[in-house]
């Protein structure tokens, strides 16, 4: 089933930080004067990335195309195991705003060796759009990334905060994935500010607040030219 077009379209401000650790990143968001607060239990976040056989959507996000579209399968908790609320992901791109499409899938269990044959079954038992259907036919796993998630709600509830560290990447290939192309990040921390699209005045006191740089920083980008080397 659908859970449609998540919120709409937003901005997503983005700092991809090394030089401060986590805990002290947390410390800059809880002085922000928009009197942010932990809006849920923080989690880990596995994603399977997917993208076209000679990497298109790599591509676009390198030379900076402004609509694109990213594909992934997304899931909370343990990496491998049962995968109890697996959610596949159109994370849509427009100039300088972003939203997500999303399909509830059925349960499945992604261990070592998996195949792409597996996630063929689960997307075959989907109740999915014939255009969902069309962008699968032409993709295939390329990446699979996780880390460690915060979540922070601005007092009046207009803005949002990701902090995610501990980040992974495993390459990911067709046939008897076992998981040891892999590599981590220990010293990145990635902080994005999120506001809705229909906010035609956004509060500068917080977009200025923050003393990192905004990078265009993207996890699926790092992690496969990592593990690529």
Request: overall charge positive; glycine content about 8%.
């Amino acid at each position: 089933m659908s859970d449609g077009l998540e919120n709409g379209f937003r901005f997503e401000r983005k700092y991809h930080v090394t030089e401060v650790h986590t805990p002290e990143i947390e410390d800059w968001v809880r002085r922000c004067s928009a009197m942010f607060s932990e809006a849920y239990a923080p989690r880990w976040v596995n994603n399977i990335y997917f993208d076209t056989p000679d990497l298109s959507a790599y591509f676009q996000n390198i030379n900076g195309l402004a609509d694109r579209t990213k594909l992934r399968l997304r899931w909370y908790g343990n990496l491998l195991g049962s995968i109890s609320k697996p959610v596949l992901e159109f994370k849509l791109k427009r100039g300088m705003v972003g939203a997500k499409e999303s399909f509830r899938l059925k349960p499945f269990t992604l261990n070592r060796g998996f195949n792409t044959g597996e996630l063929q079954t689960v997307f075959g038992e989907a109740d999915l759009p014939a255009k969902a259907r069309l962008e699968l036919s032409h993709v295939e796993p390329s990446l699979i990334n996780r880390y460690h998630r915060k979540y922070f709600v601005s007092a009046d509830g207009h803005y949002r905060i990701t902090i995610d560290s501990g980040l992974e990447f495993y390459r990911v290939h067709r046939y008897d994935n076992q998981f040891l192309s892999r590599i981590t990040l220990p010293e990145s921390t990635v902080l994005e500010l999120k506001y809705a699209g229909a906010i035609g005045d956004p509060d500068y006191r917080i977009m200025n607040f923050f003393p990192f740089r905004v990078t265009r920083m993207s996890k699926y980008v790092t992690g496969l030219e990592g593990v690529e080397g």
